[in-house]
Each structure stands twice: as C-alpha cells, then as structure tokens.
C-alpha cells in the first residue's frame, strides 16, 4: 500500500491537531488517505482530483463498508486535498471538518475492509480501453496453450495488473522497454519486494512482451535481475516429525506421513489417486509433478497398513457415492470423452477425498474433489503450535527433512534429486548445508595442525 509523502503527512496531521480531532481517530483518518492513494495508484484515477472520490466511495461501499465509515472517508480525503494540494476551491468545501455532508454511495453491510485494493476483483469496470482487455485475455489464452500451471497463470495475470496499474492505464501500443525497468526500479526500491517476487515480475513482463503484445523488451542490461540470497532450509529431527503427527487427527495424520516418507510436496500428495499406488512393488507414482513430471519414489513399509486402512475408507465412501446421483470425481483436461465413465472408477477416485461433495454449478453434477490444501496446512500449523516446536515448520517442511535425513543415511545427492524429482542436480545441492561434515580434515582449525 502507498505511503503517504512525508511533507504532506506532517501537514495533515499538524491539521487534525488543530481541528481537535481525537488522537484516537487520527490513525483511521491517514489509512483512509493511503487507501485513496492506493486506489488512485492501480485504477488509474488522479490522486489529485476531487473527481477521484466518487468512484473511491463506491468500491469500498461495494467492500460493505457502513455510513459512517463511508463519511470518514470521505472527510479524510477532502480534507488531505485541500491542505496538501493548496486547492481553496476544495478547502471552501471541506470548511468544518465536521461539516462534510453524507457520500453519496452509503452502505450498510459491514465486512472489513481490506488493507489493499486488488486490480483483479474488478478491473473491467476501470480498464475497457487501451487494449489491456485484449491483452489480458491473449495472455490467459497463451499460458493455458503452452500448459503452464494455474499458479504461473495466477501470478503472471497478477503481476500484470499491477503493471497496469503502475504506468495509469498507459495504451499497450504505447509501451516501451524503459517501462519496464520503471516498475522493476519501483518494486526494489519503494514496495522493496523480495528478490524472488522481483524475478517473477520481470519473467512475467518478458513473457507479456516477447508472447503477448510483441514489443522489443530490450536487453534489460541497466536493469539487473535481484541475486537471491542462500537459503537454508528448516530441517525437523525425527522426534520433531514424531510429536507433530501424534498431534494430528486423521487423515491429516497420514498425509504428513506421507509428505516426510516420499518426500512430496504438498500439492502432488493432494493430487494422488487410488492407482498411483502399487502395494504389491511398494512403489508410489507421482503424475504431474512440478514442472508436469512423473516419478516413482519408494512406499514406506511402515506406512503400509496405515495406507491400506485408509484405502477401505476411500472404498467405501466411493460406495456410498455411487448410491446417489454421483458424477464421479473431478478429472483432468478432456479423459472422460476418451474413457467414458472413468470418473466413477475406483482407481481415479482421489486417494485423499473431500469431505464433502461439490455441485458443479453449470452442469448441476455432483463430484468430489480432493483435500484442501489449506485444511492441511492449518491442521499442521496447530500441531507444530501445540508441539512447542521451536522452529518454523511447515508443510514443506518435512519435504526438507526427507532430504536430509536421506543425506544423513549417506545416499548419494544424484539419488536424492531423482527421488525429489528436482531437474538440476544444484537445486538439492542446497541440502548438504542442512547437516553437519563428516571429514575429519575439516574437524580442527589450522592453528591445531
């Protein structure tokens, strides 16, 4: 969210002390005018402008905000201008700040209002020119054509919004190189975003670019890409693992189990099927992993009763499914136009099933999907509290001690990367910092020699 400039702040709020206004208040007073700036920022309007306001009212009436809540704003921003810009036509109306009448756009739900205005919860309404529409849509069109993930979708539509937003609505025609490196300049320095998300941004702008709108990107040399810093993952120890699954209620339980004894990452556990596992080799398939790879990974022997236990669940809640009008569970791209009726086999029934059942809403079907993955995380989130770990530990977490715990047992890093499914060998490089050296040559310190 903008800041408000530091000149102006101090004037606005040495104002609010003259106008008496309770100290108490005064934090609401400046949020409102971030929240203008930021609004002003991503939809294009001018911050300038009382003609701003309007369209400011009506989005966070649409957020519920109440009348009064409605009004503040309203006072706190025509008051900012007046003071901050020296526009005594806005400053004659303010007068009192007391006396600004009612907005025009008063609601009466209340819901909270968000720290920050997303360019994605409406942006047509503000964006029908300038070719971004167009654009937008191609984008969307061109990832799904090259079978990028949902994710890279997700973040790449998000990064251009705020492209978007950052250069005003500017016409994509209008685009340049040097606009990129203004937003990237912008995201280091003022939003100072991690190297991570600074790197995505510019692959997302190359991929506009070079795909989408067909633009010289430019060689981006005065713009340097963020270097990453090491990261060393968090490791758990095996009692660590131990007390946080004693804590977990099934079938959260077995998922853990399931994410620290293969070695999985939480989306590709979620998105197991009852064929991808072959008790009878002890060999655990994994389709569609990151990067849409396949692998095999070895069953823990110990984990097999626990696994076959829970398949006659999975078995006999696909029983009761097929008692009623069930669609069969969710499928992928266009399967069931070549295997009809393959939604209601056993063996593409999910290996952990949602709880409840889902009504698709255009074909009014009744289908089941898999476990949340936010349900996961919470359930885990509550054990490692629980647990009084003293680390922070997540999900992915136990993917990390798989790793390690491997590498303890001196398996060979080449091994590791194949049962990870990493594509370069350096990616699990990073694990050999995870534990201790064993080389005696480096046990002492020369001044010992």
């Known amino acids: ?20 206004i309770p100290r108490e208040n005064r934090g609401y007073y400046l949020k409102w005018v971030r929240f203008f700036l930021d609004f002003c920022h991503k939809y294009g309007f001018d911050d300038r402008s009382r003609e701003s306001l309007a369209p400011f009212i009506k989005k966070i009436q649409q957020k519920g905000q109440t009348s009064e809540q409605q009004k503040q704003a309203s006072q706190s921003i025509l008051f900012y201008l007046s003071l901050t810009l ?25 819901l909270e209002l968000q720290d920050t205005f997303s360019v994605a919860s409406n942006p047509e309404n503000s964006y029908k020119n300038n070719g971004w529409n167009d654009a937008l849509n191609d984008l969307r069109t061109t990832i799904k054509t090259r079978r990028y993930s949902p994710k890279t979708l997700r973040a790449y539509v998000g990064w251009i919004r705020k492209f978007q937003g950052f250069l ?35 692959n997302a702008l190359l991929f506009f670019y070079r ?18 810093k090491l990261y060393i993952p968090v490791v ?48 655990l398939t994994v389709h569609d992993g990151k990067g849409k790879k396949d692998r ?30 069930y669609a069969g569970a969710f499928m992928f791209d266009l399967i069931e136009k070549k295997y009809k009726n393959c939604a209601k086999d056993l063996i593409w029934q999910w290996f952990f099933p949602a709880k409840q059942l889902t009504r698709v809403a255009d074909s009014k079907e009744v289908r089941r999907f898999h476990l949340h993955d936010s349900h996961v995380q919470k359930a885990i989130k509550k054990a490692v509290r629980e647990a009084q770990l003293l680390k922070r530990a997540t999900a992915h977490t136990f993917r990390h001690s798989f790793a390690t715990h491997l590498l303890q047992a001196n398996y060979d890093i080449r091994t590791i990367q194949k049962l990870l499914g990493h594509s370069d060998v350096r990616t699990t490089m990073i694990y050999t910092h995870t534990i201790k050296t064993r080389s005696p040559k480096e046990a002492k310190s020369p001044l010992d020699f």
């Open 236 to 283: 758990l120890s095996r009692e660590e693992i131990d007390s946080i699954t004693a804590r977990l209620l099934y079938p959260y339980d077995l998922v853990v189990k399931l994410l620290y004894g293969c070695g999985l990452r939480l989306f590709e556990c979620m998105n197991l099927r009852v064929n991808s596992f072959n008790f009878d080799a002890g060999i």
């Open 86 to 110: 020296g526009d005594f036509k806005h400053q004659k109306e303010v007068g009192s700040i007391e006396s600004i009448p009612n907005s025009p756009f008063l609601g009466e739900n209340v």
């Open 168 to 202: 005003r609505n500017k016409k994509t025609e209008s685009l340049s190189a040097s606009d990129v490196k203004s937003f990237i300049e912008y995201l280091a320095v003022e939003k100072k975003v991690s190297a991570s998300s600074q790197n995505q941004a510019f």
């Open 211 to 228: 795909h989408i709108i067909k633009k010289d990107f430019g060689d981006q040399k005065d713009n340097l890409r963020a270097k990453r």
């Open 296 to 325: 095999t990974v070895p069953l823990p022997e110990t984990l097999m009763p626990e696994l076959n236990a829970h398949l006659e669940r999975v078995k006999i809640l696909h029983l009761k499914d097929l008692a009623i009008d």
């Open 1 to 20: 969210m903008l800041t408000i400039p530091e000149s102006k702040r101090a004037t606005f709020v040495s104002a609010l002390e003259e106008k008496e």
